[in-house]
Nanobody
Framework: QVQLVESGGGSVQPGGSLRLSCVVS??????MVWFRQPPGKEREGVAG????????YYDDSVKGRFTISQTSTKNTMYLQMNSLKPEDTAMYYC???????????????????WGQGTQVTVSS
């Protein structure tokens, strides 16, 4: 049974930091990606990692502020979020693919396995 469990969301003031975690069970993922969905908007890719090579990918809006990483077991990923802004407020989801993605890393359609989501709110 495939399961993705996220943790680490919360509320912070602008400029603050949070770290999200995602544990994948049921298979060893080839790729893991963090998506977010602000209220009333579409889901968008934030950061992704290929577990074999360790290659990382970031949306331009978070480059230099967010860092994606994985554990040595390669079934857990983290998203360290620094210098948070109000526009980072969203539900954050982790997604994983056992063999893919077979398309753009930041396309939700490339992933069938998702976590339940964790809320991140940045507000003063």
């Amino acid at each position: 049974q495939v399961q993705l469990v996220e943790s680490g969301g919360g509320s912070v003031q602008p400029g603050g930091s949070l770290r999200l975690s995602c544990v994948v069970s049921g298979y060893m993922p080839n790729a893991m990606v963090w998506f977010r969905q602000p209220p009333g908007k579409e889901r968008e890719g934030v950061a992704g990692i290929l577990t074999g090579s360790g290659s990382t990918y970031y949306d331009d809006s978070v480059k230099g502020r967010f860092t994606i990483s994985q554990t040595s077991t390669k079934n857990t990923m983290y998203l360290q979020m620094n210098s948070l802004k109000p526009e980072d407020t969203a539900m954050y989801y982790c997604a994983a693919s056992q063999y893919g993605p077979f398309g753009p890393w930041n396309s939700p359609e490339m992933f069938t396995d998702w976590g339940q989501g964790t809320q991140v709110t940045v507000s003063s």
